[in-house]
């Protein structure tokens, strides 16, 4: 019997996006076998070739939900079971001894809830010397007001914990915006007013300038046992947001900020996988900490084309308590989703005055070159599309075009 065989079953909840099918991809070729679990039965990731099995979990975050998890475990045997949204991240700390004969390869309730807000995360790197941006939270609508007055505009909305908001707001009727820019305390007050029927207001946080700077880590037992890093080279919106085109950064760059993004984690007391998100700007040199992610981030397929082995880690240390061998990492790669390019494109070059930052420089002729010549570049790679795993991409264009 060979080893794939007889190495325990890695379930993978959450393979509807580009995430967790780059961690059914990873797992697969490391030869551990994968059970995927989709709410969708749509999901792109039940059409990967690298899955042992495919499963759709009917009722997920209930208590129903976990009777088919260990019935799962029954079916397939002992193993070890990573998610990636935060909202499973959660319901799976809550419910981690429930799941019979799964194992679910998870941070510490208390350092969750740290990462998952953003007023605490903040607190913490400040406590440490990072530098974050001056930020305020109001909890009533006389705070609104003196924020009003006293803050330096412009400045960028957006909720401390959006999983903990969501529900309030979607029961209200109110649109869950991500980020959402101010430029005066007139423009603050009306967006504020938006919310006042809940009763809860979003961070108000400093505009920083630049691009986004992602470090990634594997921490076990307080040390960073493996690194990477990228840059954004375009974003969705184009103002900010999640990347459409990311580069991978040499780890021999930004050595200094990679020791402070690990203080923080150790601070924190993270274990796992962590992406410490900053505003970099290349002109000043000014690196500002935005957030922490305490879980497989948008941009992974990047780190998996590079072989940074995030997931085998977690399989192999959280779960069987070894170190997995792993390649050095490749620095030279791009990674790119070309269906979000486009829309990102289409709003540069016809709607230009929907960018809600004013600072964003709109540059037709570059970007519509660069998305050209990106398809010519050897170097650059795709969220979805493989040419060793092609059913994915099938699926995600059914998908898209609603067939």
Sequence with gaps: MNETQTRPPCYVLGIETQIGLSLVRELGEAGIPVVGIAVDPNAIGLKSRYLTHGEILDKPRTDEGLAELRALGERYGAGYLLTVSEANTAWLIDNH?????????????????????????????????????????????????????????????KWADPNAVAGALHAAGIELIKAEYVYSAEEFLRAAERYRPVGAWPLVQEYCAGVGLGQFF????????????????????????????????????????????????????WDGVAMVEYRYDPASGRAVLMEVNGRFWGSFPLAMYCGAGFGVLAYGLQGEGRMPALP?????????????????????????????????????????????????????????????DIKPFIRDVRNALGM
């Design 97 to 157: 001894a429930r799941l019979g004969k799964i194992t679910p390869l998870l941070p510490s309730k208390e350092a969750f809830a740290i990462v998952l807000d953003k007023t605490r995360t903040l607190e913490a790197a400040a406590a440490l010397g990072l530098d974050v941006p001056q930020s305020a939270c109001p909890n009533d609508w006389n705070e609104v007001e003196q924020l009003a007055r006293g803050f330096r505009f412009p400045a960028v909305l």
């Design 328 to 388: 050095p990492v490749r620095e030279n790669l791009r990674c790119r989703m070309v269906a979000t390019e486009l829309k990102r494109l289409r709003r540069i070059l016809l709607e230009p005055g929907k960018i809600r930052d004013r600072t964003f420089q709109v540059r037709p002729v570059r970007e519509t070159v660069r998305f050209l010549v990106d398809f010519l570049r050897p170097s650059v790679r795709y969220y979805v599309w493989s040419l060793k």
């Design 218 to 269: 594997f921490m076990h037992r307080g040390q960073a046992v493996r690194r990477f890093q990228h840059l954004r080279i375009a974003e969705w919106p184009p103002e900010g947001g999640f990347s459409s085109v990311c580069d991978a950064v040499p780890l021999d760059q930004f050595r200094d900020l990679q020791e402070q993004s690990i203080r923080l984690l150790q601070h924190i007391g």
